[in-house]
Structure formats: C-alpha cells, structure tokens
C-alpha cells in the first residue's frame, strides 16, 4: 500500500508472456470453459476499465522509450569507449568523454522525467478510481463525499480500535469522508502489520471505517464475524470476556451491561452481516464515544486494477456489504 514504491509495484505487477517453446512444453489441461464477458452496471464501473485501459497504454508505450533510450545509451558508450580511441582522429579523448557523459546524461534525464511523468499519470489514475468507487458504493445513500489523495490515516485512527496487539506499521491509501444519515464517516483502504521474525506479517487487510458512536462505557465491545482460512482474527482481546458465541460470531467485553448495548435493532442487523467470497471476516470495536469497523478482503477488492480487465463484482459485493455495516453505525448513534 503507501509504504510501498508504487512505480515498482506497477513494474513487478507486468505479466510475462510464456513463450511458444513453453506452451508446447505445458502439460495439457482440460478444456475450461469461456469466461463470461465483463459488463459494467454503473458508468462509474466503467470509467475505472477505461482509466485503467488508458493508463495500461501510457505506461507500456513508457515501457518502450525507456528500452529504446538505454539502447541509445548503451550504444553511445560503446562507440565512445571502444570505436573512437581506434579512429586515430585528434582530440579523441574529449569525443570519448562527450560521448560518455552524453549517454549519462540522456539516461538520468530521461529517468527523471520519465518517473515524474509516469507517476502523475499513476495518481490521476488513483484519483479517478476512488472517484468512482465512492461515487458508486456510497453516491445514492450517502452525502458530504470528500476523497483525499493518497488519502493516508494516521496510525492512532487504527491503533485505537484496541483490535490488533504488536502492530508496527500500518499502509493506508483512499481515505473517504461522507456522512450517511446525519453521521460522520470516514472510509480507507488500510493494511496493519506486525513483525515477527524480522519479517512484517498482516494483522489486517482490507476496508477501514470509523465514526463517532453512543457507546458509554469505559470497557469496549468487541464482535468478530469469523472467516474462513484467509480470515485475520482480532489478536488483543486476550484479556477480554467471551460473553457470547455462535457458529457465526463472537462477542466479547468486560461491560457487564453489555446485552443493553446489543439492542434488537442491533441484532436484526447483526442478523443480516453474512461472509461472502470477497468479504473474509469483519470486527467491530467498540470504544467509549467511538466505532470501528474492519472489513477484511481480499486481493480482488483491495489490488488496483492494472494488466487484467476491471472486474466490477468485488466492488458490487463490497456495496451490499458496506449498507449494513453502516446501518450498524447509524443504530450506534441514536
């Protein structure tokens, strides 16, 4: 996420085509079927894949002047280093030198502008995505959308959650203020991680909410929805009570009052939050004033869309799983 290089990711994200020799080589496969045609039920939905299809073509087509300048450059030092000290012309030794700072000079040049370049064009790109996507998910049942770029949070709007124990870094990107129904929200795209080992592991992944609430109590609540084997389980609550458990979710808190706070309209809701393909588990924390809400997912929703076409079904998923998470923070501040 923002603690990455984004232009490196890009680079790292180019797919390389298997060459003939290999396809021959390739153990057979059986016959899959066609892969139905991507459609778009939103404009919004399609102006990303355009976006994307664009900036594809802008980056490629960079891709190519970058090689034909290190040949140039490649060329120029091999003709100043070896082709002209054997010419035998006068003043030799300063044509070499030309030549070779020519070639340095074309090169750094051209890596400066070209990363500049590129890298506007990126977040423009990154803009218009969110752009999209929060005019799609949120445009219809929310108002006030304000998007920032890049969008960071500050490490303490997720530390507070009081979720995760031993985090060391947390990558945010996309942060989103709107208010749904008179409340105040703010939504990021947000990655926690731990280390262990020297090696930085995930806590979290995925869709980051937060909001004021009505919740009083010193002592939070807390509820995890459980996930399948991708699922990232809360790992702080170690010195919290399970007061309740199910197939489903768990709650836990060291509120004694704690079954007030799970109303009926609560539940209802609760009720309705259901696991999906892309929405691996979700945890919700309860703090004295305030709401947090981590929906985890995964690569489909969370990866920017670059070499492969736009597929607009996790963002769909993400839609009709957001309404209900925030109907539980509308319920949180009456």
Same mark, same amino acid.
């Given at each position: 996420?923002?603690?990455?290089?984004?232009?490196?990711?890009?680079?790292?994200?180019?797919?390389?085509?298997?060459?003939?020799?290999?396809?021959?080589?390739?153990?057979?496969?059986?016959?899959?079927?066609?892969?139905?045609?991507?459609?778009?039920?939103?404009?919004?939905?399609?102006?990303?894949?355009?976006?994307?299809?664009?900036?594809?073509?802008?980056?490629?087509?960079? =891709?190519? +002047? @970058?090689? $034909? *300048?290190?040949?140039?450059?490649?060329?120029?030092?091999?003709?100043?280093?070896?082709?002209? !000290?054997?010419?035998?012309?006068?003043?030799?030794?300063?044509?070499?030198?030309?030549?070779?700072?020519?070639?340095?000079?074309?090169?750094?040049?051209?890596?400066?502008?070209?990363?500049?370049?590129?890298?506007?064009?990126?977040?423009?790109?990154?803009?218009?995505?969110?752009?999209?996507?929060?005019?799609?998910?949120?445009?219809?049942?929310?108002?006030?959308?304000?998007?920032?770029?890049?969008?960071?949070?500050?490490?303490?709007?997720?530390?507070?959650? =009081?979720? +995760? @124990?031993? $985090? *060391?870094?947390?990558?945010?990107?996309?942060?989103?203020?709107?208010?749904?129904?008179?409340? !105040?929200?703010?939504?990021?795209?947000?990655?926690?991680?731990?280390?262990?080992?020297k090696r930085l592991y995930p806590?979290?992944?995925?869709?980051?909410?937060?909001?004021?609430?009505?919740?009083?109590d010193d002592d939070g609540l807390?509820?995890?929805?459980?996930?399948?084997?991708?699922?990232?389980?809360?790992?702080?609550?170690?010195?919290?009570?399970?007061?309740?458990?199910?197939?489903?979710?768990?709650?836990?808190?060291?509120?004694?009052?704690?079954?007030?706070?799970?109303?009926?309209? $609560?539940?209802?809701?609760?009720?309705?939050?259901?696991?999906?393909?892309?929405?691996?588990?979700?945890?919700?924390?309860?703090?004295?004033?305030?709401?947090?809400?981590?929906?985890?997912?995964?690569?489909?929703?969370?990866?920017?869309?670059l070499q492969q076409q736009f597929?607009?079904?996790?963002?769909?998923?993400?839609?009709?799983?957001?309404?209900?998470?925030?109907?539980?923070?509308?319920?949180?501040?009456?």
């Amino acid at each position: 996420m923002e603690n990455e290089n984004e232009l490196e990711v890009l680079e790292e994200a180019q797919e390389i085509a298997p060459t003939e020799e290999n396809k021959e080589e390739a153990p057979a496969e059986e016959a899959q079927p066609e892969p139905e045609p991507i459609t778009y039920s939103s404009s919004y939905l399609e102006a990303i894949e355009k976006a994307r299809a664009d900036f594809l073509k802008i980056y490629r087509t960079q =891709n190519v +002047f @970058k090689w $034909v *300048v290190s040949f140039i450059a490649i060329a120029t030092v091999i003709v100043g280093a070896v082709v002209i !000290p054997n010419l035998g012309i006068a003043n030799s030794l300063y044509i070499m030198i030309g030549m070779l700072v020519g070639a340095l000079a074309l090169t750094i040049l051209f890596t400066v502008f070209a990363r500049k370049y590129i890298r506007q064009k990126m977040n423009a790109y990154f803009n218009l995505y969110y752009k999209n996507i929060n005019d799609f998910v949120f445009g219809d049942i929310a108002s006030n959308i304000e998007a920032q770029f890049p969008g960071k949070i500050q490490n303490d709007a997720f530390l507070d959650n =009081n979720l +995760f @124990k031993d $985090v *060391v870094d947390v990558g945010s990107r996309g942060l989103t203020e709107f208010t749904y129904n008179n409340v !105040p929200i703010a939504v990021a795209d947000a990655a926690a991680q731990i280390r262990k080992d020297k090696r930085l592991y995930p806590a979290f992944v995925g869709k980051y909410l937060y909001a004021a609430s009505n919740y009083k109590d010193d002592d939070g609540l807390y509820i995890y929805f459980k996930g399948d084997k991708r699922a990232l389980p809360p790992t702080n609550l170690d010195g919290v009570k399970t007061v309740q458990e199910d197939k489903k979710m768990i709650i836990y808190s060291n509120n004694k009052e704690w079954k007030k706070v799970i109303s009926a309209d $609560v539940k209802k809701i609760l009720t309705s939050i259901e696991m999906n393909k892309e929405l691996v588990d979700l945890s919700i924390s309860l703090q004295k004033g305030r709401i947090f809400v981590c929906m985890g997912y995964d690569d489909p929703l969370m990866v920017l869309p670059l070499q492969q076409q736009f597929d607009p079904k996790p963002t769909e998923t993400y839609k009709k799983d957001v309404i209900k998470v925030l109907k539980l923070i509308e319920e949180f501040n009456k």
